[in-house]
Structures are given as structure tokens and as C-alpha cells.
């Protein structure tokens, strides 16, 4: 296989790592990159590698399922102050 995602594919990649989406790096076999180290979905491209802002200044790739990485949980949005704090039964 040449490594070339199908349309699908990369639609399917784009629906699990939308842009801000908050990722923490495993592993990466590049120079400058720790495990640990956070980054931000700028956007994914055609072959559905996710293109990232990282928290050291770089802009490198992640390749799923080449690179090792976990997305980190998502701040629920605050409620405001007027909004009841019980849920209503259905």
C-alpha cells in the first residue's frame, strides 16, 4: 500500500479531529518533539494528516496511525448564571 487515504478516509479523520481540537503527543520519531508536548488542529489536509500548532512554536504534522497521540478532554462550556442547575425530566 502507498499510504494514500481515500476520500472516506480523510472525511472520517476530519470528523474526529475538527480544527481546535486539542491533542497531547505520545510519541513522534522527530527531533524537538517529547512526549507530552500539546498541540491544537489547525486543519487537516487531503492525505489526512493533521497539520498542528504546537505549544514549542512548530508546526509539524501529526499522521495518524504513523504518530502516537491522545486528544486531551474538551473544557465544558461554562453555563451562565441565569440558567437552573437541575435538568428537566422528559
Do not use: C
Not at 36 to 53: N, R, S
Not at 55 to 75: M, Y
Request: avoid cysteine.
Amino acid at each position: 500500500m502507498d499510504g494514500l487515504k481515500s476520500q472516506a478516509e480523510v472525511a472520517a479523520i476530519r470528523k474526529l479531529y475538527p480544527a481546535g481540537t486539542k491533542i497531547e503527543l505520545d510519541y513522534m520519531d522527530e527531533r524537538d518533539m517529547p512526549s507530552g508536548l500539546k498541540g491544537i488542529v489547525d486543519f487537516t489536509d487531503d492525505q489526512g494528516q493533521l497539520h498542528m500548532l504546537w505549544e514549542n512554536g512548530r508546526t509539524l504534522a501529526l499522521i495518524p496511525g504513523a504518530d502516537s497521540f491522545h486528544v486531551l478532554p474538551q473544557p465544558e462550556p461554562e453555563k451562565a448564571d441565569d440558567e437552573p442547575d437541575i435538568e428537566l425530566e422528559r
